[in-house]
């Protein structure tokens, strides 16, 4: 039985299996996903992302208990392999799954940041696919809102927080990444300690500059003590009221149109790449340049106009 079948009827360990295939980039996870890929899309992707040791994983970790209090089926997707996560969670590595009384209905996956942009959002696309296909309702994904690639995987969810905390001074950071710009929630955590409001107030401040036209969503503010559970039930509240403001006025719609359209893309550009690749290997013409480039006879732009200029010939003629 092919390990999309298994994933499909809920397995666990294939679920796991085909997330490390995915993280390995094996060939063999391209066409598993593919199999996979009409029973998925039914479920909600919540993004939270914030600066390390704001508490994400913390929170995340309350979130999942009162999501489950509701019923709700959850998969966590956290990339950041150093996430702590705890309670009743499956977590989908070979190690953890050896624990016993684990709740069958939370699915837990950490996943190691990587240099490339495209291969993380890639990569996390994927998981997010082998979660959906496995029935989950809530799948949440936990990133570190610095990067480029990171901004990234925040516009795939469809309910975007942003998570801050007094005194870890990357408000900044944040707004020059254009996080601040699309979060539709915002969570000011470690209220406990001083400036939290101070936080709220700001953000409070600059949302007020906005304008919002009747039947926009307006973000909200909330005040979190994660390591005590405080304001999860609150924020929980809150996302189903998202949830339902997308599912009502069609952005979610919208918003999976985006999230198909980067996977095409994504697709192109990587099926074009491997398809060039495997007409000029043979005949060394790549080898050839890339020896140019070493020497200093040509630089890489100019090679890589020269192995596309090649291969559109080459295509041609196969074509006539
Ligand atoms: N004082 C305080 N500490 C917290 C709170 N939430 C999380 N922490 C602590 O902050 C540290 C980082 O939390 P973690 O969830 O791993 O942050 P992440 O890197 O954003 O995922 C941990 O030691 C937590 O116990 C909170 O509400 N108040
Ligand atoms: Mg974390």
Redesign the pocket.
């Known amino acids: 039985m092919k390990l999309a079948d298994k994933v499909l009827e809920g397995d666990i360990r294939a679920a796991a299996k085909l997330m490390r295939a995915i993280e390995d980039e094996s060939t063999s996870a391209i066409d598993e996903l593919c199999a996979i890929y009409p029973h998925t899309g039914k479920a909600y992707i919540v993004g939270l992302t914030?600066?390390?040791?704001?508490?994400?994983?913390?929170?995340?970790?309350n979130l999942i208990n009162v999501f489950r209090t509701k019923g709700i089926k959850i998969g966590v997707v956290?990339v950041?392999p150093?996430?702590?996560f705890t309670g009743g969670a499956i977590l989908g590595d070979r190690v953890r799954m050896q624990q016993h009384g684990l709740d069958e209905d939370v699915f837990i996956r950490s996943m190691a940041t990587r240099g490339w942009m495209g291969g993380l959002a890639k990569a996390t696309l994927g998981m997010l696919h082998v979660m959906d296909a496995m029935g989950k309702d809530i799948i949440m994904v936990?990133t570190?809102g610095v990067g480029q690639s990171e901004v990234e995987i925040a516009k795939v969810a469809d309910t975007s927080i942003l998570?801050l905390?007094p005194a870890s001074g990357d408000e900044m950071q944040m707004i020059k990444a254009g996080i601040m710009e699309i979060a539709d929630i915002f969570v000011v955590?470690?209220?406990?300690?001083g400036g939290a409001e101070n936080i709220a107030g700001a953000i409070e401040f600059m949302l007020s500059m906005k304008t919002y036209l009747p039947g926009d969503w307006r973000p909200c503010t909330i005040l979190?003590?994660?390591?005590?559970g405080?304001g999860s039930e609150q924020l929980v509240t809150e996302i189903l009221k998202h949830k339902d403001y997308m599912t009502s006025c069609g952005l979610l719609e919208r918003r999976r149109k985006e999230r198909a359209r980067l996977e095409v893309n994504e697709a192109i550009e990587g099926s074009i790449a491997s398809f060039m690749h495997q007409s000029l290997e043979n005949g060394g013409e790549i080898e050839k340049l890339v020896d140019e480039v070493a020497q200093r006879s040509c630089d890489p732009t100019s090679a890589a106009l020269k192995i596309i200029e090649q291969f559109s010939k080459r295509f041609h003629t196969t074509q006539e």
């Not at 979190?224 to 005590?228: P, S």
């Open positions: 914030g600066a390390p040791g704001v508490g994400k994983s913390t929170l995340i970790n956290a950041d150093t996430s702590p936990e570190v998570v905390s955590n470690k209220a406990d300690r979190c003590e994660a390591v005590y405080k």
